[in-house]
């Protein structure tokens, strides 16, 4: 996390990381991926599909993925269960070098469909300036229940995050319609990729990407610049490949 005069930097990372497993479930990579996390030097990291603490992965990993991967690097955190199945739990995770003042998991699940989730964290900032909102989210496989839960999205951000408030919200959307940046326009937020490149990162599967699921959204932040990751390692660690930004907020008068 830099900071200038007038400005905080932060930099911030999302990936689905298919429960430690590579493309396939192939392999473990679970310590893989923390390394190449951990090497971004991101101050948020947005994580879908981490299990949380039950489960052969979570096993290996001795313990909650979450807890694994931001060992040592990343003091606070927050988990959301979405799902629970055959005794494995998993669901969406933040890793943050701020402080996490709260944070609540909202289901946003559609009848007859895999569970899905928001999760909600407020963080604090230096010097008394406004408290950042971050969401991390996982989106559902159909069209029409992505419409409900990107509406459910814009009704929790118009009810609990104050209009002055940067907000962050990042994940897998499974927008392979391309649907989701007019509907999230309605409550004032724009995709980080579109914006400066028009259009949206390819981001799955990971070893060639050719559809753009992932995104990185932003509201009330001065600047927001995407960044390119090279394919390797990434492209052998999940079958999602990540989405990075820096993004700059307005530092504390």
Same mark, same amino acid.
């Given at each position: 996390?830099n900071a200038?005069? /007038? ?11 298919h ?7 192939r ?5 893989e991926?923390r390394?190449?996390v ?5 101050? %948020?990291?947005?994580?879908q599909?981490?299990?949380g603490?039950?489960?052969?992965a !979570?096993?290996?990993?001795a *313990?909650?993925?979450y807890?694994?991967l931001?060992? &040592?690097i ?5 988990? *959301?269960?979405n ?7 998993? *669901?969406?995770?933040v890793?943050?070098?701020l402080?996490v003042?709260?944070?609540?998991n909202?289901?946003? /699940?559609q ?5 899905r989730?928001?999760?909600h ?7 008394? &300036?406004c ?5 991390c989210?996982?989106?559902?496989l ?16 118009? /009810?609990e995050v104050p209009? #002055?408030?940067?907000?962050i +919200? ?11 940046d007019?509907l ?8 980080v990729?579109? /914006?400066?490149? *028009?259009?949206?990162?390819? !981001?799955f ?5 050719l559809?753009?699921? #992932?995104?990185?959204? +932003?509201?009330g +932040?001065?600047?927001?610049r ?8 990434w492209?052998?660690l ?10 700059e %907020?307005? &530092?504390p008068?």
């Amino acid at each position: 996390m830099n900071a200038s005069p /007038s400005l905080v930097t932060l930099r911030l990372l999302t990936v689905n990381i298919h429960k430690g497993y590579s493309a396939l479930n192939r392999r473990f990579v679970l310590r893989e991926l923390r390394d190449a996390v951990r090497a971004l030097g991101s101050d %948020l990291v947005f994580l879908q599909e981490v299990e949380g603490g039950t489960g052969r992965a !979570s096993a290996a990993a001795a *313990g909650a993925q979450y807890e694994f991967l931001a060992d &040592a690097i990343w003091p606070e955190h927050a988990y *959301g269960r979405n799902a629970v199945a055959e005794g494995q739990d998993h *669901g969406n995770a933040v890793l943050s070098r701020l402080p996490v003042l709260r944070s609540q998991n909202h289901d946003i /699940s559609q009848p007859g469909a895999e569970p899905r989730g928001l999760l909600h964290c407020v963080l604090a900032r230096q010097g008394g &300036a406004c408290e950042l909102h971050v969401m991390c989210v996982h989106l559902g496989l159909s069209q029409t229940h992505r419409r409900h839960q990107l509406a459910r999205l814009c009704q929790l951000v118009h /009810s609990e995050v104050p209009p #002055d408030a940067p907000l962050i +919200v990042a994940g897998d959307f499974n927008d392979w319609r391309l649907r989701a940046d007019a509907l999230l326009a309605a409550c004032g937020l724009h995709e980080v990729f579109r /914006s400066a490149w *028009g259009q949206n990162a390819r !981001s799955f599967p990971a070893r060639w990407p050719l559809l753009r699921l #992932d995104r990185i959204y +932003v509201r009330g +932040v001065v600047a927001a610049r995407p960044l390119q990751l090279p394919r390797r390692p990434w492209s052998r660690l999940s079958d999602h490949a990540p989405l990075a930004a820096d993004i700059e %907020l307005a &530092a504390p008068p």
